[in-house]
Nanobody, 115 residues
Framework: QVQLVESGGGLVQAGGSLRLSCAAS????????VGWYRQAPGKQRERVAI???????NYAGSVEGRFTISRDNAKNTVYLQMSSLKPEDTAVYYC?????????WGQGTQVTVSS
């Protein structure tokens, strides 16, 4: 099992930046994939970005070039650096991983981008 705790959300103007953190309760060194997802009001949850244990990344087309996912294994933390934020990025952002058959989610952190 692993517990995930997100932080770093808030209110920001369009064009601004935020960095989200996902702190894990255990070592993430061997966790194959950690991802960031988001869910806006009235919409389905969507994948934003993922990072593998080897550091490979993949992004949703809507955030490519604006968001960067990274991991610090020493701190058991995965980050999502968000730049050039748009009002349509407003959502609750969640951290996720799947290990040993279990699907783990954090409680989410709200990101609101004003126009």
């Amino acid at each position: 099992q692993v517990q995930l705790v997100e932080s770093g959300g808030g209110l920001v103007q369009a064009g601004g930046s935020l960095r989200l953190s996902c702190a894990a309760s255990k070592s993430i060194f061997s966790i194959p994939v950690v991802g960031w997802y988001r869910q806006a009001p009235g919409k389905q949850r969507e994948r934003v970005a993922i990072i593998t244990s080897g550091g490979r990344t993949n992004y949703a087309g809507s955030v490519e070039g604006r968001f960067t996912i990274s991991r610090d294994n020493a701190k058991n933390t995965v980050y999502l650096q968000m730049s050039s934020l748009k009002p349509e990025d407003t959502a609750v952002y969640y951290c996720n991983t799947c290990i040993n058959g279990g699907d783990y989610w954090g409680q989410g952190t709200q990101v609101t981008v004003s126009s």
